[in-house]
């Protein structure tokens, strides 16, 4: 049987843009996949509200997190954690020999303007990485706020920004905030399969990037934006180009919805999920002003199981998500994100009630 998947992602995917998938191979190097790639690029940067180059990449959206902090990074990477994706960006760093502090909230609290002002005062630091929405606890950080901040007093520090499980599901203005690189991928608010990439990325981006030495190659920014640029919207390595046919045509949909629609669609979801959670449970994010929009994260008090409830959702066809790491039977998650309907939310909620007697 398939389950609806109200998990962080993957996400359903609707058959029409799965069909898509199935459309015949082309050269990569054809003129026709520099056309389908640049007007997948045109359609993203509305999607993105930039005019910053996009760049498409085959990998999952840790891949380009990857490719960012090492190519960007010159003297030092200052590293905002509020969960289990923070934490990964910092271990990229690591694990890639780029230098990197990192600076944890406590659990259920956001990154604020305050904490990166402290850090970027110190002098230290000619990057930031920051997580727009946290799918581990459901906190969406404030990044509008935090790119004022670097503009008016940390204009030389590059800002780059993981939007994987937000993108296209929130209203993110990437040039209006000031973002350097922009990060999301396919699997989540976008509704398309998981297994590709994008970032969107400032030319001052990549002036930094090329004083980096060992940037790698696959992963090299410098390299894929060079592509696009003098290879019209090609890449170095052979892309998936069923993704590109799907995304092509996803996008298509999610401007005929309209954006601001899409948006307020994601909000009326999240509005039912946390009105049912206070009512019965309680929310993990304390401070409302950062709830995430695509994702509720929810304080198990109840002790439930919910791998039981899991279980007996299987049997009508749903399937919820537990916590994550630490936080897994101490929380557990429910996502309203990419194609979902507030119709399709009140059943499943329906479902959970019946299940758990509530």
Known sequence: MHKKLFIPGPVDVREDVLLKMATPQIGHRSKAASALQK??????????????????????????????????TRKRAAVFSVGAFGDRW??????????ADKFSS????????AMVDEALATGKYDVITVTHNETSAGIMNPVAEIGELLKSKYPEVLFLVDTVSSMGGTKI??????????????????????????????????????????RGLYFDLVELYDYVHKKDHQYPSTPSLSHMYAMDYQLDRILAEGLENRFARHIEMANY????????????????KYLSNTLTTIKNTKEISVSDLNKKLAERGFEISNGYGDLKDVTFRISHMADYTLDEVKELITIINEILGL
């Open 273 to 288: 999920v946390r009105d049912w959670a206070r009512s019965n449970f309680a929310l993990f994010v304390e401070d409302e």
């Open 173 to 214: 203005e990437v040039d209006a905030w000031g973002i350097d690189v922009c990060i999301t991928s396919t699997q989540k608010c976008l509704g398309l399969p998981a297994g590709m990439a994008i970032c969107s990325v400032t030319e001052r981006a990549i002036e930094a990037a090329k004083q980096v030495e060992n």
């Open 90 to 99: 910092y271990k990229m760093a690591k694990s890639n020999g780029v230098p």
């Open 39 to 72: 007007g997948i690029s045109e359609k993203l940067q509305k999607v993105f509200y930039t005019n910053n180059t996009i760049i498409l990449s085959t990998s999952s959206g840790s891949g380009l997190m990857e490719a960012a902090i090492r190519s960007c």
């Open 106 to 113: 406590v659990a259920g609290q956001p990154t604020t303007v």
